[in-house]
């Protein structure tokens, strides 16, 4: 997920001849880098994630434990493994496309767009988050911006959609380490300027010849006392994968 997300969670394309990504006018052409470095923050050409997701309310939690597997920006493809009960749900997207397994009933189904921005395995995350549909660097414009009471050691961007995405948020305020520009937090905001959850990156530690955050905290501002924590404990970059791993048969497979 970049997994998951990934990302498990934690999974659009463009048309085939993509229109060029709209880019803020700034004094500085770093966020461009920035932008694209958090994007592929837990992606590569190829990855493999172990994690689990713990999702906490007043009332009841519980961690989920899944491999994830990614190509690039485009494909994704999520196994649960724990607890007994999900053992087997698996999700692959492909380009725009996203389908869900349930070993229960057998069933494979197709997620349509309009459940993108729907709860997945009932966290705090959205389909989407999980998946990546958008893409900030191709379908948002940023700019550096400068908040009240903004720490010297990080960089601060706006994030605002392109107009023609069905794209729910307002905007996207994220802050960055300036020395490395690992992010620190995100905060999505509706179109009427509301803040709706807070993402915290966590625990940052290094994967191979990356550092990276190894914990997301996503904390709803409507939902008092809900969160949903993201966990990586493995996550490799650049390795082999089997080419029927982004397949709709391998949904129904255990490997």
């Not at 989407?128 to 010297?152: C, I, N, R």
């Not at 290094?206 to 996550?235: C, N, S």
């Amino acid at each position: 997920m970049k997994l998951l997300i990934s990302g498990l969670s934690l999974l659009a394309v463009l048309a085939a001849t993509p229109a060029s990504p709209v880019r803020a006018q700034t004094d500085n052409d770093e966020v461009d880098a920035i932008i694209k470095e958090i994007d592929e923050l837990y992606r590569s050409a190829t990855s493999f994630s172990e994690l689990e997701m713990e999702i906490i309310t007043p009332h009841w939690q519980r961690t989920l434990a899944m491999y994830g597997w990614s190509e690039g920006m485009n494909k994704t493809f999520i196994r649960l493994t724990a607890p007994k009960k999900e053992k087997g749900v698996a999700t692959l997207r492909i380009g725009n496309e996203m389908w869900n397994y349930l070993p229960k009933t057998n069933k494979i189904i197709k997620v349509p767009p309009s459940m993108m921005m729907s709860s997945w395995m009932g966290s705090d995350f959205t389909n989407d988050d999980l998946v990546k549909e958008f893409s900030l660097f191709e379908d948002y414009t940023y700019e550096l911006v400068h908040p009240e009471g903004a720490q010297e050691d990080l960089i601060y961007i706006n994030c605002i959609p392109r107009e023609d995405l069905p794209i729910v948020w307002g905007n996207i305020v994220i802050a960055a380490r300036e020395k490395d520009h690992i992010p620190i937090w995100a905060r999505y905001y509706d179109e009427k300027g509301e803040l709706i959850r807070v993402l915290d990156y966590k625990d940052v530690k290094e994967f191979g010849d990356r550092v990276i955050p190894a914990t997301l905290e996503m904390i709803p501002q409507t939902k008092e006392g809900h969160k949903t924590v993201i966990r990586y404990r493995k996550l490799e970059f650049d390795v082999p994968l089997d080419g029927d791993v982004f397949t709709q048969r391998h949904l129904r497979s255990q490997d």
